[in-house]
């Protein structure tokens, strides 16, 4: 693996030295030379493990990837989470690159970011506990995350023209630069043009300037897209990407992010080598971190995973007010991420993160009189069972226990 | 910075005469069509070399752009113009939104009729006044009706009680009422007058920090026929477009006030912000409020001769819909003679 990545770094120090003598003409490889580089080139993960296996290991690198969603599903928050896992050092099977962040919304909040960067720099510090100091580890720190972030505000589309335009100098000084991100590509292509046609005009050349920043620079490019209704006759108003079917043809993957109830799906829509799948996916506080890789150099298998699923749940009570009147309230569990310690068959005793699944519960309360009162209760989880998987063991199971404090919740009985 | 695409025209960048004629001699001075244009269209126009467009692309892109080099976040993390928050004025409502209504593109406020929507405007505007420490703005609002007329007797109300509580906090005197500049609008050509020209004169000649529409979906949900849909959307987007264009300007936050509309199609969420896909695509963030059917009776208390309580209160939720910076999550609150207050687990 390490040596593959040292050939391509020699491979891409030799590509590089060609562009500087100006010969356009690619030379022909064969295809399954390529097929060899593409599969030892390492994607960016997610960290959202069912994401990661749709996409085939993470964001490819050289690659276009589009989110496209509703406002509020999260693409910002994607696109943040992509800036930080980018610098995910090689030995946790990152990149280890830079990041060009090109805001257009002005929606890039760094205290969000911020928030992000802590969270996965610490799950990344608490994986490599059982392992020696390393070098590489004590480098990716919350400061250094954010130092490599290279964020660029676009105003209108003549701005964004020019920042792509003087990228590739600017990864000629910093050529750690794996992935660019764009968020988002249609927001100045959707008002004030009245040309159609010279905007499909640009949106084709900068897509072709993407294709070739990431088939140059051997990095994964990034866009989200919002989406628009569409109206066909006969058939109910749907929702598809923006920017219209020829945009359409510019990212190599496409992946939808909408809702359904209070689950968030990701749907691949388009992919050279994967079928179109949907998986659940969910945007925390702390991060999203569900996957659990072990880092191990000289083995080629991962050792083992552990996989919980974590849920934002709503809990619905009815309440009996003394004048019989039947009120339902919605209120939120709040569901933290905590620590369990198992124990491997082939490896120490581990702590891996995880997060918490609580079960929606009926609370029936009764007030017993017209007066004002408080009543505590208790959320208690039961103990639960992790699955891990090992190569050379047996599933096994792994009892573990919950602990979740207990709760208040006020009630006020309806006054007449 | 204001964003200003100071030069226009290829003649005042630093190229050589050679490609400035031969640009001359096939009509493309403007540098935003310059821009606009692949390499290859260019060299195919003016017959230069690949490498003349090259240089050529790369200064017209300097030109346009304010700063060249990207800044790091670690670098927007330590400046001092990171984005600037404006205090609801509740200590709980604050901690929800982090801070405040944020200084950054457009903030909505959605809500049913009488759900506070206009209550929690004018508290932003008593806060906006506040010097920057306490949360504020240190400036004047300029508030846009656009349905109804301006509460003005709930402003002065509310102002009694603010005056109280601001004088304990700081020793500097403001007349909350004099920097709150109210406009009446009744339809899009008057509203977009007022946003291209007035606004822009107004923000130049006073210390106005706050910009609210109370509210949007008035002007776009009548006065547009189904057919003129395609219409409306664009409207929408070059308003949103301006309004967000002079809060990067000026570093202001832009309040915008929605009403709600019954969801046809999703059933598990009855009422959805109005105006659609197209506006939610233009606003930065989206806070949701909502009545519930309960009540709660505050107690009656009385300071320095103004009485606070005593009045029976719908129990309401502020959400957050979707924000760059925010998970999804809500408060419950009241309204009562002072503002708007969340509902802590100790009341």
């Given at each position: 693996m390490e040596d593959s990545l040292e050939i391509l770094k020699l491979v891409s120090g030799v590509d590089q030295g060609e562009d500087k003598c100006r010969i356009s003409a690619p030379k022909a490889v064969l295809a399954l030379d390529m097929l060899y580089k593409e599969q030892s080139l390492p994607g960016i993960v997610t960290f959202s493990e069912k994401i990661d296996s749709m996409l085939g290991g993470g964001i490819p690198l050289c690659k276009i990837t589009e989110f496209c969603g509703a406002p509020g599903i999260g693409k910002t928050q994607m696109c943040m989470q992509l800036a930080v896992d980018a610098q995910i050092p090689e030995c946790f099977g990152g990149v280890a690159g830079e990041v060009i962040y090109i805001d257009t919304e002005g929606s890039f909040i760094v205290e969000r970011l911020e928030d992000i960067a802590v969270a996965t720099v610490q799950h990344c510090k608490e994986m490599a506990d059982m392992e020696e100091e390393n070098e590489e580890l004590s480098a990716f720190t919350t400061e250094n995350v954010l130092s490599h972030i290279h964020y660029y505000r676009c105003q209108d589309y003549i701005e964004l023209l020019a920042t792509i335009n003087l990228i590739p100098d600017f990864i000629k000084k910093r050529?750690?630069?794996k992935l660019i991100i764009v968020d988002s590509i249609a927001f100045h292509f959707r008002h004030d043009f009245d040309d159609l046609s010279l905007r499909t005009r640009i949106l084709t050349m900068m897509a072709q300037s993407f294709i070739r920043l990431a088939t140059e620079h051997k990095l994964a490019v990034v866009l989200t897209n919002q989406m628009t209704t569409r109206f066909a006759h006969g058939e109910e108003s749907r929702l598809v990407p923006a920017l219209g079917e020829s945009w359409g043809h510019a990212s190599t993957i496409r992946v939808i992010l909408y809702w359904e109830k209070e689950q968030r799906y990701a749907w691949l829509y388009k992919s050279p080598n994967k079928q179109e799948t949907t998986v659940p996916y969910q945007v925390t506080v702390r991060s999203k971190y569900v996957m659990y890789k072990s880092p191990n150099k000289q083995e080629t298998t991962v050792p083992y995973q552990v996989t919980v699923r974590s849920k934002y749940m709503y809990v619905m009570y009815t309440c009996k007010s003394p004048n019989n009147q039947e009120t339902t309230v919605l209120y939120h569990v709040i569901v933290m991420s905590k620590y369990v310690t198992c124990k491997s068959p082939n490896k120490q005793e581990t702590t891996v993160p995880y997060h918490v699944l609580v079960m929606s519960k009926y609370v029936m309360y009764k007030s017993p009189n017209k007066q004002k009162t408080t009543v505590p209760y208790q959320v208690t989880v039961m103990s639960k069972y992790v699955m891990y998987k090992s190569p050379n063991k047996q599933e096994t199971t792994v009892p573990y226990h919950v602990l979740v404090m207990s709760k208040f919740v006020m009630y006020k009985s309806p006054n007449k | 910075m204001p964003p200003t695409c100071g030069r226009q025209s290829v003649a005042d960048l630093d190229i050589s005469p050679k490609v400035l004629a031969a640009l001359q001699k096939s009509n493309l001075l403007d540098i935003k069509r310059v821009l606009s244009l692949s390499n290859s269209d260019i060299e195919h126009m003016t017959k230069l070399s690949k490498g003349d467009v090259t240089g050529l692309k790369r200064l017209a892109s300097e030109s346009v752009l304010n700063r060249v080099d990207p800044i790091s976040a670690l670098d927007l993390r330590k400046s001092d113009n990171n984005v600037q928050r404006l205090s609801t004025g509740c200590q709980e409502i604050n901690k929800l939104l982090r801070g405040g209504i944020l200084a950054r593109g457009i903030t909505e406020i959605s809500g049913v009729s009488a759900s506070g929507k206009t209550q929690l405007c004018l508290q932003l505007c008593l806060n906006a006044q506040l010097p920057l420490d306490l949360g504020g703005l240190s400036g004047g609002t300029a508030y846009i009706c656009t349905e109804d007329v301006f509460p003005n007797r709930r402003l002065i109300q509310m102002i009694q009680f603010f005056r109280r509580k601001s004088q304990k906090l700081s020793s500097k005197q403001i007349n909350f009422d004099d920097n709150i500049f109210i406009e009446h609008i009744s339809d899009l050509e008057e509203l977009n007058f007022c946003i291209h020209r007035k606004l822009p004169l107004l923000l130049g000649a006073h210390n106005v920090k706050l910009v609210i529409i109370d509210s949007i979906a008035a002007i776009f949900r009548?006065?547009?026929?189904?057919?003129?849909m395609l219409q409306r959307s664009k409207h929408m987007c070059t308003l949103a477009n301006k309004l967000r264009d002079i809060g990067d300007q000026y570093k202001i936050p832009i309040v915008c006030v929605n009403q709600v509309t019954d969801s046809l199609s999703k059933k598990e969420q009855s009422q959805v912000p109005a105006l659609g896909l197209t506006w939610a695509n233009q606003i930065t963030s989206r806070i949701m409020l909502s009545k519930t059917p309960q009540t709660i009776s505050l107690p009656l208390t009385t300071v320095d001769g103004l009485t606070v309580g005593g009045i029976e209160a719908t129990v309401r939720r502020l959400e957050v819909?979707?924000?760059?910076?925010?998970?999804k999550q809500g408060v419950y609150y009241v309204v009562d003679q002072e503002g708007i207050k969340a509902l802590t687990t100790k009341t």
């Open positions: 050529p750690k630069v | 009548c006065d547009y026929a189904v057919k003129e819909v979707f924000a760059p910076h925010l998970p």
